[in-house]
């Protein structure tokens, strides 16, 4: 059974810090590319940052360059979101996204069921 289950979410003052973990389970974690999205009340979700499989190249959203760092472990099935000098305007539901490719066409694609995330003083 395929499961993400993100955490580390919480309440946090503005400028401050918080760790986001996704853990994965009931597939090959290193063969997908994982990515974070979040979506505020009344928005649509959006992309924040992507790590791929295999060459491990990175995206961010350019609303958190050089603020947040994603990064995964293979051998422990986890990717994870350092969130830095956090914004008011980060406040959203933060969800992780599990997709394999092959041949340009996406073969499997999996969802966390998200974590809250508050930026206020």
């Known amino acids: 059974q395929v499961q993400l289950v993100e955490s580390g979410g919480g309440l946090v003052q503005p400028g401050g810090s918080l760790r986001l973990s996704c853990a994965a389970s009931?597939?090959?974690?290193?063969?997908?590319?994982m990515t974070w999205y979040r979506q505020a009340p009344g928005k649509e979700r959006e992309l924040v940052a992507r790590?791929?499989?295999?060459?491990?190249?990175?995206n961010y959203a350019d609303s958190v360059k050089g603020r947040f760092t994603i990064s995964r472990d293979n051998a422990k099935n986890t990717m994870y979101l350092q969130m830095n000098s956090l914004k008011p305007e980060d406040t959203a539901v933060y969800y992780c996204?599990?997709?394999?490719?092959?041949?340009?066409?996406?073969?499997?694609?999996?969802w966390g069921q998200g974590t809250q995330v508050t930026v206020s003083s």
């Open positions: 996204r599990a997709q394999y490719t092959l041949a340009l066409t996406t073969r499997a694609d999996y």
């Open positions: 009931g597939f090959t974690f290193s063969e997908y590319t």
């Open positions: 790590i791929n499989s295999g060459d491990g190249r990175i």
